[in-house]
């Protein structure tokens, strides 16, 4: 039996006088035993709490900084009216800071044999799954002096998807895509391209896409247009070792470049060519392979959404092997890592010859911004120091990417909000010269 705070200020007003005789609660119910028939009756009133029935429906997922409901349904399967407190309890990280007590806790007024919905407002702060832990429901008697309490155990899960921020960039990449797929036609040279159409001879164009044979059937000089090819195999590699836990700004590394990774997959998708997505460190964390175009971003969200930095260090012959057997012909390899020196010359260097015999490579890092910022610094001595070390550090970062380029490697090397648009442009780029 639980007392309600109305209950200790009647117990406690009608056991003043024998206060010294009755110190606890228990004592002073003793010698007031209207008041405890008036709790025991109040008690007796209260809808049991074990006979509730709960069900749930509602979202199942939410991409991370929205809103999700989940409904949850209590039915009164007693002969009595419940009258009760509920607290649906989830993870801390469901909510926003300070938002738990306000969502999670609700008032129920349910006649007997009566159901209510009341819906939790989640709004998660951490990607990946979220599972409602139990719900706890205090039923008070009809004069609030007494309650029953008990807990439930109501399964359900939310899955929390990366926020894809940089949607916002791909129309002027798809409209550059157009400009590339011949709808407005240009000329591009280069292994790789498709024969598209012949048109007449314009002054400046490359004397090395002139038809002979077209133009010896007619009276203008014909040239050959190109147009990129189509259904090009891309394998998106995600570093998920220890260097993707390092925070940069406010997410970690992994998260920007999952970011990265998905607007990448949008536009190639739209481009006709197939994506696919490998996540490693020691072991093959996640793995997306051989879905159709319309399928693919979905499901890499789905995958990307439960990953989590491991703090290890990233095994890379493990991860050239296994981006090999993803790749059994010539493709993209678009490696997101880190640019660290000591991973690089000791892990991935070693292995490129393997991935750029048969494959191109594009390695793709997060640089800090807060590097740039120091390197810019001056007016005091602390603030010349940080410059020194920050040119140190950025100095290194372009050897390591120029170690990286004389291998064949590209490297795009921007910050968190940088490296998506400047990826997907590297990929236009590679795209119009035919190096897909």
């Not at 993209?332 to 660290?340: A, C, K, N, P, Y």
């Not at 015999?357 to 390695?363: E, F, G, I």
């Not at 120029?402 to 795209?431: C, F, I, M, S, W």
Request: net charge positive; hydrophobic share 40%; proline share 6%.
């Amino acid at each position: 039996m639980a007392l309600t705070g109305r209950t200790a200020l009647l117990a406690a007003l009608g056991s003043l006088p024998v206060g010294i005789l009755a110190p606890s609660w228990t004592g002073m119910l003793a010698v007031n035993a209207p008041l405890s028939l008036a709790i025991l009756c109040d008690y007796a009133l209260a809808a049991p709490v074990r006979t509730l029935q709960f069900t749930r429906s509602g979202d199942t997922t939410v991409r991370l900084g929205d809103g999700a409901e989940v409904q949850l349904t209590v039915t009164n399967r007693s002969r009595r009216r419940l009258r009760a407190h509920l607290r649906d309890a989830w993870p801390p990280s469901s909510w926003l800071t300070g938002t738990e007590q306000a969502a999670s806790r609700h008032t129920l007024n349910i006649p007997a044999g009566e159901r209510r919905r009341v819906t939790t407002l989640l709004r998660p702060t951490r990607r990946g799954d979220r599972r409602a832990e139990r719900v706890t429901v205090r039923s008070y008697g009809p004069l609030g002096l007494a309650a029953r309490q008990g807990n439930h155990h109501v399964p359900w899960t939310v899955r929390v998807l990366p926020p894809f921020t940089s949607r916002k960039h791909l129309p002027s990449r798809l409209a550059r895509l157009r400009e590339l797929d011949g709808r407005t036609s240009v000329l591009t040279r280069g292994e790789g391209t498709e024969f598209d159409s012949l048109r007449a001879y314009v002054p400046g164009d490359d004397t090395r896409s002139i038809d002979w044979r077209a133009t010896a059937r007619q009276s203008a000089v014909a040239v050959r247009m190109w147009r990129p090819e189509r259904d090009r195999h891309i394998l998106i590699v995600l570093d998920t070792g220890r260097t993707s836990a390092g925070r940069v700004g406010d997410v970690p590394r992994l998260d920007a470049a999952m970011d990265a990774a998905l607007l990448l997959t949008a536009l190639a998708t739209r481009a006709g060519d197939r994506v696919d997505l490998l996540a490693h460190d020691r072991r093959t964390r996640a793995q997306v392979q051989g879905r159709a175009g319309g399928e693919v971003l979905s499901a890499m969200v789905t995958a990307m959404a439960t990953l989590e930095p491991e703090l290890v260090e990233t095994d890379a012959r493990g991860l050239s092997a296994t981006a090999l057997a993803s790749a059994p012909r010539r493709s993209l390899i678009v490696l997101l890592t880190s640019l660290d020196a000591a991973p690089v010359e000791e892990g991935l260097l070693p292995v490129l010859p393997r991935l750029t015999q048969r494959h191109t490579v594009l390695v793709a890092a997060v640089a800090d911004p807060h590097i740039e910022e120091m390197a810019g610094a001056r007016g005091t001595v602390d603030a010349v120091y940080e410059a020194a070390a920050a040119t140190q550090s950025q100095a290194q970062r372009r050897r390591t990417a120029e170690q990286l380029q004389r291998h064949g490697v590209v490297v795009v090397d921007a910050t968190p909000d940088n490296l998506a648009p400047a990826l997907a442009d590297t990929y236009l780029a590679l795209k119009a010269a035919g190096r897909l």
